[in-house]
Nanobody, 117 residues
């Protein structure tokens, strides 16, 4: 089993920055890709960015150039640095990792990010 705990959400003014972190515990030896998703009110959950075991990254178009995902495998932690935030970035941000032989999805509890204009 794998457990994910997120931190770093909050309220920020438009144009500001936030850094999210997510630490994984449990069967960490089996972790593969890690990523961040978000869900705004009335919308489906969407991928923001993900990162492979080797460090290859993938970003949603809305995140490119503003957000940076990184991971520290020694700490079993994934980060999301978010810059130039705008109100459209307001959502609950969920940490995700894929682990085990079958790449099962595990989710954090979510952290609220609110960007005020």
């Amino acid at each position: 089993q794998v457990q994910l705990v997120e931190a770093g959400g909050g309220l920020v003014l438009a144009g500001g920055s936030l850094r999210l972190s997510c630490t994984v515990s449990g069967s960490t030896f089996s972790i593969k890709a890690m990523g961040w998703y978000r869900q705004a009110p009335g919308k489906q959950r969407e991928l923001v960015a993900d990162i492979s075991q080797s460090g290859s990254t993938n970003y949603a178009d809305s995140a490119k150039g503003r957000f940076t995902i990184s991971r520290d495998n020694a700490k079993n932690t994934v980060y999301l640095e978010m810059n130039s935030l705008n109100p459209e970035d307001t959502a609950v941000y969920y940490c995700n990792c894929k682990a085990g032989r079958w790449s099962v999805n595990y989710w954090g509890q979510g952290t609220q990010v609110t960007v005020s204009s």
